[in-house]
């Protein structure tokens, strides 16, 4: 019980003590009933009927009835408001208790989810691999604050152990979409890209994956590590790949990447190290945000409607 409401109600229990006192003793002070003598006397006064005196003594009994009354309706009154007041309190504790118990119930099905979701990454077949991928993003969109940076680990590991390559080479071929050979990755790298970061997470380590032919469309990528990562003809259209945090200092790293005709167009590349990256017919527009000084000509970029 809180401290606020134990004195509320020690004061409540010392007001009606007070007023039940009061309704003992005061109506008899302010109104005290005539004494036999005090009725001889009136008789006796000139000027008053036999009744008088009576109809006097009735009265102030009455008037002191009024004030019992009144006292008795004010303990009431009183005792119904500190009883409400109690009542409430407890409904609130009992709702307290109850949303307490019901944030450890969806905790305790979120950790068996997320459990269960881990578990299907090891599957042996795609479309249950890729299941336990949309699994792990439910977990982390119902429970964002406790499990979005670890569903994203997860999920980069998992990239990590189907998709590494040790490097590429500059074969601009038409490989399969990721989607196509590779449902469970293409959901992995789909969910981290559309994952709201924030300004304190780590670097995102997407670095020596064979990501070609993804759809990255709107991913959110910042600060993100592509280095020697094969991206070609991916599809990168409104993707942001620019620092999530102005005050760090490095660049989202594309060292070596690949991004022979890659698909750029709106792609926002500001925070991006392009230096080393192979851009051989990749596909912008006039919307396209470049590195400051970068010069997309040299590299051998395709930009549609740019001076």
Known sequence: MPGWLVVFLAVCGAVI?????????????????????????????????????????????????????????????LAVLAGAVLAFEQLREDGDQAADAQTLTRQGQASERFTRAIDQLGSSRPETRTGGVYGLEQVASQHREDNRLAVT???????HRRAAHSDWNRDCGLPARLGTRAPDLQAAITVIGRQESERADPLLDLSRLDLSR??????????????ITDLHRADLTGADVSRVNDSREEAANFSRVNLCKAKLVGTNLS?????????????????????????????????????
Do not use: M
């Open 17 to 77: 003590i007070l007023l039940a006192l009061w309704g003992l003793v005061f109506p008899r002070r302010l109104a005290p009933r005539l004494r036999h003598e005090e009725l001889t006397d009136l008789r006796e006064v000139e000027g008053l009927s036999k009744k008088d005196p009576f109809e006097l003594a009735d009265a102030r009994l009455r008037l002191q009835n009024d004030l019992r009354t009144t006292a008795l309706q004010a303990v009431g009154g």
């Open 153 to 159: 680990e997860v999920l980069v590991a998992f990239l």
């Open 214 to 227: 993804a759809d990255l469309r709107e991913a959110k990528l910042q600060n993100t590590n592509f280095f």
């Open 271 to 307: 925070g991006a190290n392009l230096s080393t990256a192979y851009l051989h017919g990749a596909q912008a527009d006039k919307e396209t945000i470049w590195p400051r000084g970068f010069d997309w000509r040299d590299a051998g970029v395709l930009c549609k409607n740019c001076s």
